[in-house]
């Protein structure tokens, strides 16, 4: 596609489950980036994949977080036994590079509320 | 660390006229980059203007521009003739050189902007 697609564009779990969070950068695209945004927050970064490997993990809250990113493209980001303070907008950009200027591409996120 | 503080929470703005959205950062690096971003309730962040903090002179692109104080470490964002379109919240980024914190961004809390017709 021509944009970052993440799915799904809503989820609605219970406490305790795990859920699984997928994006789809932008062909050709070889950073990509997570980022959480919670209500009436800003962005906060969880983690950084560069290929397929992760440079910097150093934003994920907790152990239950986990990502891995495949191929050099589709990344997952895993939440297992979710909590009530993990709702928020799961954000995922991607980028031809690091450079400073180089500019990031953002998907739509996924709104995930655990009940 | 660096941190992006925006002390406004929400602005308004009539339609046709001009506000200006603050936003203030905190670093020890010389050469950075700034961002302003527009999130509408698409939810989908898109980039409004770029800053390279080596250029003195300030960035514009069309109704938006940007009045970049390096010494103070303030990077405010202006829109002219505003638009309903233009209603979204904005935030306010900041990024470390070429390869260094491997380019992720660091934003500030975002302000609500309402353009009233």
């Known amino acids: 596609g021509a944009g970052v697609s993440q799915s ?28 959480r945004q919670s209500l009436g927050q800003g962005l906060e970064f969880l983690i950084y994949f560069q290929g397929n490997s992760a440079p910097d993990k150093s934003g ?16 997952t980001l895993t939440i297992q036994r979710t909590q009530q303070e993990d709702s928020a907008v799961y954000l995922c950009a991607s980028s031809l ?12 996120g996924t709104r995930l509320t655990v009940v | 660390a660096q941190t992006v503080t925006q002390s406004q929470p929400e602005m308004s703005v009539q339609e046709a006229e001009t506000v200006t959205l603050s936003c203030t950062y905190d670093t020890s690096e010389s050469d950075y980059y700034l961002f302003w971003y ?13 800053q390279e903090a080596y250029k003195q002179q300030n960035a514009t692109e069309n109704r938006f521009s ?19 379109g233009d209603a979204a919240m904005y935030f306010c980024a900041y990024r470390s050189p070429g390869g260094t914190s491997y380019g992720k961004l660091t934003f500030g809390q975002g302000t609500i902007l309402t353009v009233h017709p």
């Open chain 1, 8 to 35: 799904p564009s809503n989820k609605v779990t219970e406490k305790g489950k795990d859920v699984e969070l997928r994006c789809d950068p932008i062909s050709g695209h070889t950073a990509l980036y997570w980022y």
């Open chain 1, 60 to 75: 994920l809250p907790s152990d239950r977080f986990s990502a891995e990113r495949t191929g050099g493209s589709v990344s």
């Open chain 1, 97 to 108: 590079g690091v450079r400073g200027n180089t500019e990031a591409f953002f998907g739509q």
């Open chain 2, 38 to 50: 527009k999130q509408p309730p698409s939810r989908q962040m898109i980039l409004v203007i770029r």
């Open chain 2, 66 to 84: 940007v009045n970049f104080q390096k010494a103070a470490k303030s990077f405010s964002l202006k829109i002219s003739d505003s638009q309903l």
